[in-house]
């Protein structure tokens, strides 16, 4: 089961991933220092599990090829003959 979808458009740049990851740990200090130790733990295993899906094994997609530019088709432009300047 994937909690967090790496693929996501939003997890690609690297601030964000890292600010994720840090509010997540932050967190953690927080209710640490509160005494309470059940959030803590549980928002620290959420901070570890995004750390190793948005910072450790995050593989950024290739930009997907836009539909808006016209697709050209090389065998069409080889079978017209080059076009000559008639003066």
Known sequence: ???????HPIYKPLWVRILIVAVCF???AV???GSQPFWAMLSGALGAYSAW??????KPQPPAATSDAP?????AEDDEP???DKK
């Open 1 to 7: 089961m994937q909690l967090i979808d790496p693929s």
């Open 71 to 75: 697709a050209q088709d090389d065998a």
């Open 53 to 58: 899906m948005l910072l450790l094994n995050f």
């Open 26 to 28: 932050g967190w953690a």
């Open 82 to 84: 080059p076009s000559e």
């Open 31 to 33: 209710e640490t220092l």
